[in-house]
Each structure stands twice: as structure tokens, then as C-alpha cells.
């Protein structure tokens, strides 16, 4: 094999490598944004069920609920 072919053959897999990396970076970027969306949604929740709890205590911290 000649020394350009070989160039070129290389310059092709570095293209591609390139690439490939682009397209794993733009699917990590949207993984993350996805990720931090669930991340506030959760504690978003987790705000909401603090609230409610406190406004409707129905048990006691002792007494057992009724399927016990």
C-alpha cells in the first residue's frame, strides 16, 4: 500500500472517528438535559409531598394505618 493511500485511508477514519464522537457528544448533551429536567421534577415532588404532609396529617407518628 502506498504512503498516500494509507494517508488516505487514514484521513477517512479520522473523519469518521470525528464523527462518531459529534454524534456521542449530541446524544450525552441530551442524555444530561434530560436528566437534569427529571432531576427538578423530582425535587420539585419531593417539595410538594413535604407541603401536603405537613397539611394533612392523618396519622399519628405512632398509630399504625388502618391495613396494619
Given at each position: 500500500m502506498?504512503?498516500?493511500?494509507?494517508v488516505?485511508?487514514?484521513?477517512s477514519?479520522?473523519a469518521?472517528?470525528d464523527?462518531?464522537?459529534?454524534?456521542?457528544n449530541?446524544?450525552?448533551?441530551a442524555?444530561q438535559?434530560?436528566?437534569?429536567?427529571?432531576?427538578q421534577?423530582?425535587?420539585?415532588?419531593?417539595k410538594r409531598?413535604?407541603?401536603?404532609?405537613?397539611q394533612?396529617?392523618?396519622?399519628?407518628?405512632?398509630e399504625p394505618?388502618?391495613h396494619y
Amino acid at each position: 500500500m502506498s504512503l498516500e493511500a494509507r494517508v488516505t485511508d487514514l484521513e477517512s477514519r479520522l473523519a469518521f472517528q470525528d464523527d462518531t464522537i459529534q454524534a456521542l457528544n449530541d446524544v450525552l448533551v441530551a442524555q444530561q438535559r434530560a436528566l437534569d429536567r427529571l432531576q427538578q421534577q423530582f425535587a420539585a415532588m419531593l417539595k410538594r409531598q413535604e407541603e401536603m404532609g405537613s397539611q394533612f396529617e392523618i396519622f399519628g407518628e405512632d398509630e399504625p394505618p388502618p391495613h396494619y
